[in-house]
C-alpha cells in the first residue's frame, strides 16, 4: 500500500483471529495514519472477557490518532501525550460490564528520517536492518522479568503458563507507564509492529527469515500470519510491516533516549522532553546578549561576537554529538541484536520478584473470570 503524500514508506498490515478463535472476536486492533511528514503506526492488543478486549484495543487506537492530530507540541511529547490520553479514555471505559479491560499499546511514530516508539505491554517492534533484526522492545511482562533476572531461560518464558501475564497496560492506572525512544532511521530498513499472538508463536529466527524474504509489505504480513496460523494459532496474530524508502534528515528536536530501566511514569518521560526546551531558551538567551554586547560595547564588538559565536557553535556541536550518540544507542547494544544468535539483553531490575510483583488482574490479558492468568488469549 502507498500513502498519498508521504512517499518515503509504504506499508502492509493484517490482523487475524488465529486458529483456535475461529468464531470468536478478535480483541487485536491497528492502526496506520499518514502524516504529513511521515505516519502514525500502531497495534494494540485488547484484555478482558466479552468485547471489553476488543473495545479497549479500539478505544485506545482512537484516542491515540485524535489526540495525535489535534495538539501542535514537539512530536515526542505529542506521542507521549497521546498515549496518556489513550489510557485515560480506556479507564473512562472500564465501568460494568467493561470493569478490568487493558490493552497493550507499541505505537510507532515516523518524522521525517526519525522514529519514536511508544511501548506499554508485550506487543513488540522489530527492526530489520542489514540483514539483522533487532528487537526493539522488551515485553513488560512477568516472564520475560524473569528472564532479564536470569530465572527462566528465553525457550522456558516461550511455553511458561504465565507467559501471557503482562505486567504494564494501558487502563491499568491513572498516569500511564510507557518506554518511549528515537532512532535514526535509514533507507531500506523494514519496520514490524506485532501482538504476541505473532512473537509468541513463530521464533525470531523464522521472523528473520520471513521478512527478509523479498516480499512487498502486504505480502510480507500475509506470510507472517499465516505462519502463526500453520503453528497453531493460539490468539488473536496483528502483523505491520513498514519498509523505509528513502534517508531523510532528522528533525530539529531532540529525540528521546531510551530508557534501559524498563517503563516510567508520563510525567517523568515529559519532565524530561521539557529539559531539553529549557536547553533551547538557554541558547536563545546566549545569542540575545551576544547580539546586546555587540550593540552597547562597540569597542569590544568584534570580541564579544566571535566569543559569543564561539560559544554557540560550541555547545550547538556537543549537543549534536550528544544526539547522535543516543540515537545509536539503542542499536549499538550488541546484545540487542538478533539473527542466528538470539541473546535477551541484559538488563538490572531493581525489584526482587515476589508472588505480589505477578500483575493483578487490570494487567492480565487473561479474562477476569479464569483464575489462571495464562488462558483465554
Ligand atoms: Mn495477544
Keep these: 500500500m502507498q500513502a498519498a503524500g508521504a512517499p518515503n514508506w509504504s ?18 486492533a491497528a492502526l496506520a495514519l499518514g502524516l504529513t511528514r511521515g505516519g502514525l503506526f500502531a497495534v494494540a492488543d485488547g484484555m478482558g472477557g466479552h468485547a471489553a478486549g476488543e473495545l479497549a484495543a479500539t478505544l485506545a487506537l482512537e484516542a491515540l490518532s485524535a ?15 497521546a498515549v496518556q490520553a489513550a489510557n485515560v479514555s480506556v479507564l473512562r471505559h472500564a465501568v460494568g460490564e467493561y470493569m478490568g479491560m487493558g490493552t497493550t499499546l507499541i505505537a510507532a511514530l515516523i518524522d521525517r528520517g526519525a522514529l519514536i516508539i511508544a511501548h506499554v505491554g508485550d506487543s513488540r517492534a522489530y527492526l530489520l536492518r542489514g540483514g539483522e533484526l533487532h528487537r526493539l522492545t522488551d515485553d513488560h511482562s512477568w516472564v520475560s522479568e524473569q528472564v532479564r533476572l536470569g530465572h527462566l531461560t528465553e525457550e522456558e518464558a ?13 487502563g491499568g492506572e491513572e498516569r500511564v507507564r510507557l518506554e518511549l525512544f528515537g532512532l535514526r532511521l535509514r533507507a531500506g530498513d523494514r519496520l514490524l509492529l506485532c501482538s504476541d499472538g505473532l512473537s509468541s508463536v513463530v521464533a525470531d529466527a523464522d521472523l528473520l527469515e520471513l521478512l527478509t524474504r523479498p516480499l512487498a509489505p502486504d505480502s510480507a504480513v500475509r506470510c507472517l500470519i499465516d505462519a502463526a496460523n500453520d503453528a497453531g494459532g493460539p ?4 502483523a505491520l510491516v513498514i519498509d523505509v524508502r528513502l534517508d531523510l534528515h532528522l528533525p530539529s528536536y531532540d529525540l528521546p533516549a531510551p530508557q534501559h530501566s524498563g517503563p516510567d ?31 552597547l560595547l562597540p569597542i569590544q564588538r568584534v570580541l564579544i561576537a566571535v ?29 540487542a541484536v538478533l539473527g542466528s544468535a538470539m541473546i535477551v539483553p541484559p538488563r538490572t531490575v531493581p525489584t526482587v520478584p515476589t508472588a505480589s510483583t505477578v500483575p493483578t488482574a487490570p494487567a492480565s490479558k487473561a479474562p477476569p473470570q479464569h483464575s489462571t492468568p495464562d488462558n483465554g488469549r
Excluded: C, K
Design 11 to 28: 506499508y502492509g498490515l493484517l490482523t487475524d483471529v488465529g486458529r483456535q478463535r475461529r468464531g470468536g472476536v478478535n480483541q487485536d
Design 67 to 81: 489526540h495525535y492530530l489535534a495538539r501542535r507540541t514537539a512530536p515526542p511529547v505529542r506521542l507521549a501525550e
Design 307 to 335: 566569543i559569543g559565536t564561539a560559544l554557540l557553535a560550541g555547545i550547538l556541536l556537543v549537543q549534536r554529538l550528544a544526539l547522535i550518540h543516543r540515537v545509536s544507542g539503542r542499536l549499538g547494544r550488541p546484545s
Design 158 to 170: 516461550r511455553d511458561h503458563q504465565w507467559r501471557s501475564v503482562v505486567s504494564n497496560a494501558l
Design 265 to 295: 511514569y508520563v510525567d517523568a518521560l515529559l519532565g524530561a522532553q521539557r529539559g531539553n526546551s529549557l536547553n533551547t531558551y538557554l541558547l536563545l538567551m546566549l545569542a540575545y546578549f551576544t547580539l546586546l554586547g555587540v550593540i
Design 235 to 238: 490468539d488473536n496474530i496483528t
